[in-house]
Each structure stands twice: as C-alpha cells, then as structure tokens.
C-alpha cells in the first residue's frame, strides 16, 4: 500500500537514498543540502514564508515497508530578483548569399534571464525495484503535484514550468558543459550543477552573452540540444499528454529542454475538484487520483479505482486510513 504525503524533517536519511539515484539540482545528493530542502518545504507547508519563496517537497511512501520509496517538488516561483531562472534560448537564424547561392539555418543560443518566473515541477524519482509497479507509481509522484497546485491556485503562478534531463554520459557528465561551459567557468559539471543551487552569479559573470552559434560546436554537442534523456521519455509523454509544450528553451549546463504551459490550461489544474466520501457502493470507476489534508498543513494523496458520481466518491476503509479521511469528509479528486 503506498500514499504520498508531505516531507517531514525525520525523512532526511531516506531522502538522501533516494536523491542518490538521480543526483539533480533540485535534489542533490547531499546531506546538508537535503536538510535546507526539508526545512524549506516545512515553512512552506505551514506558511511560515513568502508565497513565492516556498519549495514543496512531497515524498512516496511503501506503508508495508515503513520506506520512502519516491519523490517529487514544487517550486512556487522559479526566478525572481534575487534568484532569476536562467536559461539558454534556442532559435533559428537564416542566412543567405546572392552571390554564392548557398542558404543557411543556423541553430543558436543565447543567455536568457527570467525574473518573474513561473511555478517549476521537479525532482521526481522513484526507487527502480517500484518502476513498472501496477499502482501506476510514476503517475502518482507526478500526478499529486498538479491536484496540490489546484488545490491551492492562488500561491502558484500563471505558468508552469518542467525542466527534462537530456542524454547524459556513462559518468553523469553533460558533454554540453564539457564544450561550454566548463571552458567558460573552470568548474566541472557537478561542481557547477551544485553551486547553482543556491547562487546563479557566476553564470551572468562568467557565461558569454553574444549569440552562440551552435555549429561551431561538435556534432556531439549537437544531438543533445533540447532532446530529452532515455530515462525521462515517459516524462516527456506525460507532460505533453497533459498540456505542456517544448519552451524552445534549455538548460545552460546540460542542454535539457524545458516544457511549460499555462497552469489553468493545464488538464488535471482544469478537471480538479472538491468531492465527499460515500461508502462503498461495490462498483469500479476509473483510475483516479485522491487528495486529502485532514489536518491542518498536512497532505496526502493516493491512487483509486472507485466511482466518482456527481459530488461524491465511494471509498473503503483502507482508502479512507491511508487519506486519514471519514465518511462524509470532503477530498479533492481528478480523474486523468
């Protein structure tokens, strides 16, 4: 039986075994690290700082196990004065000679800064004995934060942003940054990639601000560009299923592209809403994902098979134990 639920402080060792799956920006596999994230996603369940400073960090538990086997994130605003979202815009630019003949399309990049960002998702992972598990575990760690955004619209922006890992080498290495910038910094990718966690100066200091023209890199460098890594796919296939569309955009360390799109148009922000719990009616409804916060800054999410009628969801015992939910309880509910 699994339910996801909102981190706790008491989570940082389990967390940290999870992070080191992935090691990504948004959560690093580093002790010290994990332990602000936690903090920071503590005060932003209870409230206890800015709207738009606040990182939610949501975590996947295996009940029988007692294990936290996945997580996921919420960034309330991604880029603001004190922090923009930086990012490499990808685009187009002709070229041609009447004399010669001969027409171009070079590919280019340039720096972009953004300092009224938008909400960012992130930091999805899930243990790899759980991929492929029946309950549909992938969707539930990136399902939840969608229903949690339309619980709670007004703390998040108008636009929602995903930021997609793309083709990484055996060692974890970014053959962009190899050839751009590690030459620009003098820093390795992970030390670059850890840093910007917390401080992005170097990057408006350090990285080049003319038009990069992406033809005088090497082809390797090339076929990264905006594509999407052969772990992340079943992201992208979601993301798009759901609203989201490539931003023509990537990351300045490794070349990943972003998705965005805008949060009411978003279909599980749009078909989100408020329900009451009924008893079993002994019938089977489609997969549907359940949301409940049954105290207060407290929230938990679970899968469900069970018919949404008019107003009202039909739950057993076990459904209503895992969302802490009774009989007559409102939840939140959307079918996908």
């Not at 070079?106 to 598990?133: S, W």
């Not at 992938?138 to 619980?151: C, E, H």
């Not at 969302?323 to 509910?333: K, S, T």
Request: proline share 6%; with cysteine.
């Amino acid at each position: 039986m699994f339910v996801m639920r909102q981190s706790s402080r008491q989570d940082v060792d389990q967390i940290l075994a999870v992070a080191e799956h992935l090691d990504t920006v948004n959560l690093p596999a580093e002790r010290g690290h994990i332990e602000r994230i936690l903090e920071l996603s503590d005060y932003s369940f209870t409230g206890a700082v800015p709207a738009e400073e606040r990182e939610y960090l949501f975590v996947l538990e295996d009940l029988e196990a007692d294990k936290v086997i996945g997580t996921s994130m919420i960034h309330a605003q991604h880029g603001t004065r004190r922090a923009p979202h930086v990012y490499f815009e990808v685009f187009k630019e002709e070229r041609y000679s009447e004399t010669l003949d001969r027409y171009f399309v070079h590919q280019c990049l340039r720096l972009g800064y953004d300092y009224n960002g938008p909400t960012e998702i992130g930091g999805l992972i899930l243990l790899p004995d759980y991929r492929g598990n029946p309950a549909s575990l992938g969707k539930l760690l990136s399902y939840t934060r969608f229903l949690f955004i339309a619980m709670h619209r007004e703390l998040f922006r108008d636009r929602v942003l995903s930021e997609l890992l793309p083709p990484l080498e055996d060692d974890g290495t970014s053959v962009l940054w190899e050839h751009l910038g590690k030459v620009f910094t003098g820093l390795t990718y992970q030390e670059a990639d850890l840093l910007s966690k917390d401080n992005k100066e170097f990057i408006k200091a350090l990285f080049p601000h003319t038009v990069i023209y992406t033809s005088l890199l090497p082809d390797e460098v090339h076929r990264v560009i905006g594509e999407v890594g052969p772990t992340t796919h079943g992201v992208e296939k979601i993301l798009r299923r759901i609203g989201f569309e490539y931003a023509e955009q990537i990351d300045p360390f490794d070349g990943g592209p972003h998705f965005i799109a805008r949060t009411d148009d978003i279909t599980l922000v749009q078909g989100a809403r408020k329900v009451r719990v009924i008893e079993p009616n002994g019938g089977e409804g489609p997969w549907s994902l359940i949301a409940s916060e049954p105290t207060a800054h407290s929230f938990r999410s679970i899968p469900v098979r069970a018919p949404v009628t008019g107003e009202a969801i039909s739950l057993g015992a076990d459904e209503r134990q895992r969302l802490e939910v009774e009989v007559g309880d409102e939840v939140w509910a959307v079918t996908p």
